[in-house]
Nanobody, 125 residues
Framework: QVQLVESGGGLVQPGGSLRLSCAAS????????MGWFRQAPGKEREFVAA????????YYADSVKGRFTISRDNAKNTGYLQMNSLKPEDTAVYYC??????????????????WGQGTQVTVSS
């Protein structure tokens, strides 16, 4: 099992940028695929982005493609979500998730058994 802690959320104006971090501990992070999800008030959790354990492949929800970039630094046991051109509809609690994997790339939330506590992102003028 791996423990995850997100950071980097906050209040940003429309069009602005934020970088979220997901610090992992407890197991070898490089053996885990990682994903980012978000949940807005009154809405279901939705997939944002995913990356393989090695970082060789990524996958994005259509709503964030071209604006968000998922990455990871296995030497630092940390994953990232760079968010550019933010919109008010990006406002949500953002969660990182990890699952032991041998090259898998997962967009389904139910695949992941390790979750962080979430970090709030608010996009507003």
């Amino acid at each position: 099992q791996v423990q995850l802690v997100e950071s980097g959320g906050g209040l940003v104006q429309p069009g602005g940028s934020l970088r979220l971090s997901c610090a992992a501990s407890g197991r070898t992070f490089s053996r885990y695929a990682m994903g980012w999800f978000r949940q807005a008030p009154g809405k279901e959790r939705e997939f944002v982005a995913a990356i393989t354990s090695s970082g060789s492949a990524t996958y994005y929800a259509d709503s964030v493609k071209g604006r968000f970039t998922i990455s990871r630094d296995n030497a630092k046991n940390t994953g990232y979500l760079q968010m550019n051109s933010l919109k008010p509809e990006d406002t949500a609690v953002y969660y990182c998730a990890a699952e032991s994997s041998r090259g898998g790339l997962y967009y389904q939330g139910q695949v992941y058994h390790n979750w962080g506590q979430g970090t709030q992102v608010t996009v507003s003028s």
